[in-house]
């Protein structure tokens, strides 16, 4: 169902050329598709590991490693922002945490706070979906 919302041809015959479109559909995929969901996860979990001690920094690395490109001071602004309130929101409600680091396949690293590493999926997920990120055939 994903590659058809991202107008993948169909397997039974050729096709020369494929359509383009963009929908709201393809942002939900993004958003919500487990496998993508799991892969903000692993991002996020290089992001605690390797992109420094404090917000700015870690949000500097990511933009750094996904667009190549440091990141301005709006979208630090932003995705501090987006760091700050999940972060609140996963710190009063665990089992959200949970819900949220058990998508996918990859296990949960034990060596991380739930909240931290469930804030920090959030931040990777939105710039996974940038249109930076994200190819479009």
């Not at 990511?62 to 501090?80: C, F, H, I, N, W």
């Not at 700050?84 to 009063?92: A, I, L, T």
């Not at 998508?103 to 979906?129: C, H, K």
Request: charged share 30%.
């Amino acid at each position: 169902p994903g590659m058809k919302v991202f107008d993948a041809p169909t397997r039974e015959e050729c096709s020369v050329e494929r359509p383009r479109s963009n929908t709201p559909l393809q942002a939900l995929v993004l958003l919500n598709d487990p496998t993508f969901v799991e892969a903000a996860r692993t991002f996020a979990e290089r992001i605690l590991r390797e992109g420094g001690s404090s917000v700015a920094e870690r949000i500097d690395w990511a933009y750094r490693e996904a667009v190549s490109r440091p990141a301005d001071r709006r979208a630090t602004q932003v995705l501090g922002g987006i760091y700050r309130k999940h972060r609140s929101e996963y710190d009063g409600d665990r089992l959200a945490a949970k819900q949220l680091l058990d998508m996918g396949q990859a296990p949960v690293p034990e060596d991380f706070d739930e909240a931290e590493l469930a804030a920090w999926t959030s931040v990777a997920r939105v710039i996974l979906n940038l249109h930076e990120t994200i190819t479009r055939y």
